[in-house]
């Protein structure tokens, strides 16, 4: 197999997708709504970043807005640079889309069991991503198949690439997917909630899975989720989402140590702590604002326990607190 090429990538440069200002929007019955709003942040080569936030904040549009995969309409790009080993993504024609697609970038998304086509065998759907990206045919295609079942820990590999998505587990599904993800050797993988309705003893298989995969073949991970937990055993940088935009942004350990927006803050509050002995889990005040109606100002301050008159009026811009360190809040942009 023939490596593949880096497409006007300076060597020095360890940036593997850098996203600049990004904003989508969608028409809807009620007018077009802008679901990211001026988002911006780099993936660097080997490293996972994750974004976390409720749903409907903007994560996986933004992951799926860097693939082109987004549908327009409704959706459409109103503004900002996505570039992939230098290549724009917001610019690039179908043709080149597709050599990047499960080739470069790959994708493993929420639900294995609407991802999968019922009537294919799982061998056949993976065997067709190696097929259309890699210099294989036929049984050789097939062969690979079965190795990329037995790299993702699926028992009697050579018998179950015979067997259909029904036939299989939620846990094995999923490692169904990410054999398809992984099958062309992608330099970046794009989790998009991986273990969602796992069960917690699959969810730690899973992640563990994909963490040796990266060590093996330096890939990085776009970790897209709502569990904390999760970020805090798989990410290296992290990036706090709340209706369309970025709040914050920092390293893991300096996020989990020092939360400086209200809005992680309150998301790292509702983690259960072993060491306490009350069993009531602390909540964010409020909910999620729809999107077709954002508030004033600051988009949070409707559950800020720190609101101030100058929260409800301005919002305030993403901005370096400390070296590393970004956040959006009027209590350090004063």
Known sequence: ????????????????????????GFYTD????????????????????????????????????????????????????IK????????????QM??????????????PMTSLNPVYTIGEQIAEAIEL?????GDQAWTKAVEMLDKVGIAEPAKRAWDYPHQMSGGMRQRVMIAMAISCEPALLIADEPTTALDVTI?????????????TNNMSILLITHDLGVVAENAH????????????????NSLFSKPMHPYTMGLLRSLPKLDEDSTRLETI???????????????????CPHCMDICRSEEPQLVEIEPGRHTACWLYCK
């Open 237 to 252: 940088d992290v990036v706090v989402m709340y209706a369309s935009k970025i709040v914050e942004k920092a390293d893991i």
């Open 285 to 303: 005040a409020g909910a999620v604002p729809n999107p077709s109606n954002f508030p004033p100002g600051c988009k949070f301050h409707p559950r």
């Open 203 to 215: 969810q730690a298989q899973i992640l563990e899975l994909l963490r040796q995969l990266q060590e």
């Open 133 to 137: 990206h890699q210099n294989l045919k």
């Open 98 to 111: 597709r050599k990047l697609r499960g080739n470069e970038i790959a994708m493993i998304f929420q639900e």
């Open 30 to 81: 009620e007018g077009e709504i802008v679901a990211v709003n001026d988002v911006s942040y780099d993936i660097e080569r080997g490293k996972t970043l994750a974004v976390v936030g409720e749903s409907g904040c903007g994560k996986s549009v933004t992951a799926m807005t860097a693939m082109k995969l987004i549908p327009s309409p409704p959706g459409r790009i109103l503004g900002g640079s």
């Open 84 to 95: 992939f080993k230098g290549v724009e993504v917001t610019t690039a024609g179908e043709k």
């Open 1 to 24: 197999m023939q490596k593949k090429p880096d497409i006007n990538m300076d060597k020095q440069d360890n940036t593997l997708l850098s996203i600049k200002n990004l904003s989508v």
